[in-house]
């Protein structure tokens, strides 16, 4: 079956008079049922495994110091999954859990005995980021991430482009066409992109109401993190402690931000609109960046919006399309 | 040709589970927070002004001057982490803040940069953060002084 087909239900394959009219309900959701779940390729699958497995890991790697130092930071608030436990873990648990999660890592990105590593590493980084996440400091750079690896590991992301798929092709068996089996997870991928950003601007509205917008609270918020940064004796952004003394700025700044998170959905509509969005997306956050020294990476890489496009089609991937 | 049944159950039945939890924080009170399935709270409450409190340690040096102490003297290249631990010690009472403040000064002991300091300050401030940049930069009040310790011998 291919994208816009839908299955059909073959009246004269059973002998009855004549096709059973469909109700409006059938139809609206079997066309849902094709948006969500599209004939596309293995190869754009792969691609966004390779990209953010490969993001996954090396994040890991370069937090690895700190993740070994929750040993001794104390302050223990469990969070998600860590209010199973009654306390914090040994020091040699805390020590060990980034390292599985970095070699089942590196197996994800290569796609190696992906049926066992997709999932155990999108469970191991669940894991190891919850508990860094409980002491007292929720990153919310972290979330989309965690949410992408989850959707990957459960689908079949190492068709091809992996270790599992040369090793497959040495056995003989022929290259994977096409299929649902490789749409829905880059769907639901965009899915929980659009998701993330639409709750980031309701909680705005649930807790500040539009006035968010139209005050200083921005402006409030920019000067208060920066301060905060300045005497902690870490990065602050000098632009924006400029920026904080000219207050007709940040009305409209709050007010493009808060449309961008909520008009997120619009970016499911079609590839043109999705470019749009993810650039104003990308802007938005290269913006805190310089007025808030806030580094999100994962969307600054571009990688929060790379399900929205074909991936697989970017130079990075030249050598493996060759190499089908 | 058809297709299992099974092979449409999985994606649907995956797909509303974790969009159900993403946007399961919409039923909890907005400022509650979880990981990996976050209401997104940060920058959203209303925050009328800039006062800014902050908790933060600062360090004696020999020439008598003080220096702020960076987020690794608090075992943690994060920010916010470092700025959480503060504000948990301080939270906690004078015992956490003299047990914060004697890690504090251990690793300030070792800090090539921080070479001589002869001790370690807790202390809370409140600053007016949109007249601080504008170049009013005392604090609003008198710093409470959370804790004071000696930098152990290298």
């Not at chain 1, 493009?256 to 997120?264: F, G, K, R, T």
């Not at chain 1, 938005?284 to 960046?289: K, M, P, S, T």
């Not at chain 2, 070479?115 to 807790?122: C, D, H, K, S």
């Amino acid at each position: 079956m291919t994208e816009g087909q839908a299955p059909k239900t073959m009246p004269e394959a059973t002998g009855s008079p004549g096709p059973v009219p469909e109700g409006s309900f059938v139809r609206a959701a079997r066309a849902i049922d094709r948006w969500y779940r599209p004939a596309l390729p293995p190869e754009r699958l792969a691609a966004l495994r390779i990209l953010v497995g490969a993001f996954s890991t090396v994040y890991l790697a370069i937090r690895t110091p700190q993740l070994f130092g929750l040993a001794t930071l104390g302050g223990f608030r469990p969070t998600g999954l860590a209010t199973l436990l009654s306390g914090p873990l040994p020091d040699a648990v805390v020590v060990a859990q980034p390292l599985v999660a970095l070699a089942l890592g590196v197996a994800f990105t290569l796609g190696l005995a992906y049926r066992v590593t997709g999932p155990a590493f999108a469970l191991a980084l669940v894991w190891v980021l919850t508990y860094r996440n409980s002491f007292g400091m929720i990153f919310h750079t972290e979330n989309l991430t965690v949410a992408h690896v989850l959707v990957l590991g459960c689908s079949r992301a190492a068709d091809v482009w992996s270790l599992d798929a040369r090793r497959a092709a040495r056995r003989g068996r022929p290259a994977p066409a096409p299929s649902p089996a490789h749409g829905w997870p880059v769907r639901l991928l965009a899915l929980v992109t659009v998701a993330a950003y639409l709750l980031a601007g309701l909680a705005k509205l649930r807790l500040s109401g539009l006035t968010w917008a139209a005050s200083d609270l921005l402006r409030n918020y920019i000067a208060y993190d920066n301060l905060r940064k300045l005497l902690l004796a870490d990065w602050y952004s000098p632009l924006g402690a400029w920026l904080v003394g000219h207050a007709w700025i940040f009305p409209p700044l709050a007010f493009a931000s808060l449309l961008i998170e909520l008009l997120a959905p619009l970016a499911l509509v079609g590839p043109r609109v999705a470019r749009v969005w993810s650039w104003l997306a990308w802007s938005f956050h290269a913006g805190v960046l310089a007025i808030m020294a806030i580094f999100f990476p994962y969307p600054l890489l571009g990688l929060a919006f790379a399900p929205l496009f074909e991936v697989e089609k970017l130079p990075l991937f030249r050598r493996l399309r060759r190499a089908r | 040709m058809a297709e299992p049944r099974s092979a449409a159950a999985f994606p649907w039945l995956l797909g509303l589970v974790l969009l159900g939890l993403m946007l399961s924080p919409l039923t909890r009170p907005p400022s509650q927070d979880s990981f990996p399935f976050s209401s997104y709270p940060m920058f959203a409450h209303g925050r009328k002004n800039a006062e800014t409190a902050v908790d933060r340690a600062v360090a004696h040096l020999p020439d008598g001057s003080v220096a702020m102490l960076p987020p690794r003297a608090l075992g943690t290249d994060e920010v916010l982490q470092a700025a959480t631990t503060l504000g948990t010690a301080v939270r906690r009472g004078k015992r956490a803040s003299a047990r914060l403040c004697a890690q504090i000064a251990a690793r300030v002991a070792r800090d090539p940069a921080f070479a001589g300091a002869t001790a370690v300050e807790l202390l809370s401030e409140r600053y007016d953060a949109i007249a601080y940049f504008a170049g009013d930069t005392a604090p609003l009040d008198k710093p409470t002084r959370r804790a004071h310790c000696k930098v152990p011998p290298p």
